[in-house]
T-cell receptor
Framework: TQLLEQSPQFLSIQEGENLTVYCNSS?????LQWYRQEPGEGPVLLVT?????EVKKLKRLTFQFGDARKDSSLHITAAQPGDTGLYLC?????????????FGQGTILTVHP | ETGVTQSPTHLIKTRGQQVTLRCSSQ?????VSWYQQALGQGPQFIFQ???????GRGNFPPRFSGLQFPNYSSELNVNALELDDSALYLC?????????????FGPGTRLLVL
């Protein structure tokens, strides 16, 4: 059983469409991170959410942490081909220590021009 | 500021062989974590090194071992390679004392075991 369940696993959309990716768990976390990974590269941190109910925006990307700090969502408005990549949510598995991340299985997003 | 670099970029080995992968951490970073990423999956934590000591390990067998050197660079060694070891191996560096929890990932080494 995965600690973090991401859905959907695959998403193929046209440029200009909106989309939401979900990251769910039955566990409570002190913080949660979202990464984007492009082919041939390592994951790049997009955002860290720490407070239940928190909403953070990064240009066309909106991240929300659930009130109970068990789940999170990533919403992209007016997707562009440059948004194509693997989107990963992650939490620190080591409690107060960090750098020992547990990742979800990822959502592969393809945005067609 | 130099980012995280890894070598080699690609590697092909046969079952039973041994492999060493290398990682140079971002300048000033004292912690290195290694991850295995199977195709289409999220990375899985292998272990972390801090000040040349192993500082936590994921669910990987002892044939996965590592080292960290005084300049904070690191090696991942895998003995008795198995077909399922084929994956992208990522290292990530961070600075423990900075208060920031950001890890910076390298581009990875893609290992194929035949």
């Amino acid at each position: 059983t995965q600690l973090l369940e991401q859905s959907p696993q695959f998403l193929s959309i046209q440029e200009g469409e909106n989309l939401t990716v979900y990251c769910n768990s039955s566990s409570v976390f002190s913080s949660l991170q979202w990464y984007r990974q492009e082919p041939g590269e390592g994951p790049v941190l997009l955002v860290t959410v720490v407070t239940g109910g928190e909403v953070k925006k990064l240009k066309r990307l909106t991240f929300q942490f659930g009130d109970a700090r068990k789940d999170s969502s990533l919403h992209i408005t007016a997707a562009q081909p440059g948004d194509t990549g693997l989107y990963l949510c992650a939490v620190n598995a080591g409690g107060t220590s960090y750098g020992k991340l547990t990742f979800g299985q990822g959502t592969i997003l393809t945005v067609h021009p | 500021e130099t980012g995280v670099t890894q070598s080699p970029t690609h590697l092909i080995k046969t079952r039973g062989q041994q492999v060493t992968l290398r990682c140079s951490s971002q300048s000033g970073h004292n912690t290195v974590s290694w991850y295995q990423q199977a195709l289409g999956q999220g990375p899985q934590f292998i272990f972390q090194y801090y000040r040349e000591e192993e500082n936590g390990r994921g669910n990987f067998p002892p044939r996965f071992s590592g080292l960290q050197f005084p300049n904070y660079s690191s090696e991942l060694n895998v003995n008795a390679l198995e077909l399922d070891d084929s994956a992208l191996y990522l290292c990530a560096s961070s600075l423990v004392s900075s208060g920031s929890k950001t890890q910076y990932f390298g581009p990875g080494t893609r290992l194929l075991v035949l």
